[in-house]
């Protein structure tokens, strides 16, 4: 119902207009990370140094990398809470099967397929029997963790062959390490799925409102296992990802990484309610955080500001959209009353 | 319209929780519960019992200490566990008075994660303190292994690594460890302040201590069971119980109050943690049970400092935290500006602190440390000094 009345009006009134251009949610973030590179690359003189620039995609390589997923699950009007849990679980169940002396890539394989089987379970619950995705990831969020906890119990696992920790810590292609190259693949594929393919139209669609959709003839169930199974897979290869960076795991890895991966998709334009939202969006919010993190590190701003100022970034992106739309109904409703007296007078 | 709500009522939830997430003050306070002595030697307590007392006056020096040249540039970072704990603050505090005293022109930064990021957070300020080209960077590592890759990275950019109250485990990528005190020397103090307490005749006591499976609360009490078994000046102390309160202020205040049930004979409950000690304290403050049941351990003088003043627990000890980010100070100036070495058997005159020795650590496999020491041992003579 309220779709109908957002694509009522023309643009003829000046405050439509500038309504419309805060409306293009991209149009500002791109503003913003202009003024984010400018302000940091004069202040800090290593700040475009390439190793610099390297460096601000690897510290947070894991969470960008599932953020492209959540992009998705949140568009189709879901959520995936348990995404950081399932990195700790696959990078545990990778550090406890070499402990136990398993072949790092048989370890690696069954780390990934955790993913996978942790995925279906969600998938289950949400798709075919029906329950909110908040309840059913959220209690994963806890029994993943759980799991991860009970296998490493206390300790810290390391010394994995040193190819593999190399594969985390080292250049591979130019000056890019591996998770990187992986992310800028997966930004490809992101895409041209969500923005280029029917199964991309199906993700909005269902997001949109779920009954049309499956009135439509769109089959939600199947759409929704695979964004939920992808997501976990995902979430498990960020986790082994994240374990050849460090050179060693423990049961707490990855713990509150959601929220950061959450943050980074609502500020991207992605409504929580589902519907809209896209990887461009996203892609810029990445890299307004990014930078902006490490741009305050470069200037020693310690972690209680930093975070305090992607707060406050984060309020301001689900504030002003619907603030603004508040606003603009209640400008549509009085012109409805006064449009008549206007015909008859 | 059922859908509308529901789906604004999880708007609001994850709305919520994302500005929590933005408020990191409440867990700080909870955190020093379990971190306060921290766990140094979490990696092999075992090890401890065959301490370095040998070792630390081992190699006579023919040159004598090393002493630092003041007014050199070294641009350090001190990296605590995590902001809003105030032993960093401390630590942060004996750094500045270090950084002031030896004319450092260049800036000693102090940079931290929140407390729900801390693992990730300590890797990035490493990596990007690197970046900076900063000269050295103080580590109280809280990420275990997982951090040795950036501190590797920072020692190949050229930094001076050093780590202090908690080390590397591996010590990969870490020149020298500021230990704060030795494991069997906490055995030793704890017997030391329950035979003050309880006077020349001894008497019974029980340990109130934080969790069944931290590592250095167990190397604690375990030292402490040594010394009563081994040591005959301590044969009239009788240790009746070890209970835990979970580093809980709540848990522990029960458990205290629950020994003092179970024990009618005990005098003294002695709790190596400083969430324990506090909450025991108050609890035998509460029931006014102060003049039979006193309360000893390891304790913060900001948070004692009325109950040792009231009689309820006349002594209890700690290492400054002050002093340790002293020490580390200078033991960073030195190796950054190439007075030291980083070899065992170096020594150096560390300020008003005096000349310490590097040493192999016993307690780990690999690396070297120096071992500041020695407690302090605080009561009403000296606790509202050290509170402020």
Redesign the interface.
Known sequence: MSRSTESLPGGQSPLLGVWERLRSWEGLLLVLLFVVIIVNSLQAPAYLSVGNQVNLFILSIEKIIVALVMTFIIINAEIDLSVASMMGLSACTLGWLHEQGAPIWIALLIGLSVGVIGGAFNSFWIAIVGLPSLVVTLAMLIGYRGLARVLLEDRSIGEFPQWFDNLGQQPLIGPFPLALIIFFLLLIVAVIILQYSGFGRYVYVIGNNREVARYSGVKVRRAKMILFITSSTIAALAGLLFAARLGAVRGDIGLGFELDIITMVLLGGVSIFGGSGSIFGVLLSILIILNLRNGMSLANITGHVQTGVIGVLLILSVLVPNLANEVRAILNRRRRIGGPQDTTA | MKRYI??GF??L???S???T????AAPATEAPATEAPPPAETEAPAAATEAPAAATEAPPAEAGPVEATPGQEVNMVLLPK???ILVFDQANQGAQEAHAELQNAGEL??????P??S???Q???V??AA???MDAIMISNNA???I??AAQ?ARDAGMTVVTWDSPI??AEGEQIFVAQVDFDETGRVMADMALSILGEDGGKFAVLSASP?A?NQNAWIAALEEVLATDSTYASLELLDIVYGNDQSEDSYNQALALVDKYPDMELIMAPTTVGIAAAAKAMQDEGLCEEVKVSGLGLPAEMVSYTLNGCAPEFALWSFVDLGYLTYYTTYLLATGGIEGAVGERFEAGRMGTYTIEKDPTRDQGLRVLMGPFTVYDATNVEAAAQ
């Open positions: 529901s789906r999880a708007f939830i994850i709305l929780l994302l500005v997430a933005c408020q990191p995590f902001l809003g930064q102090f940079l931290g994660p929140t729900e990021n693992v990730a957070g890797i990035e300020i990596t990007t970046t900076q080209g275990g292994d997982q040795a890759p990275g485990p591996s499976d590592a």
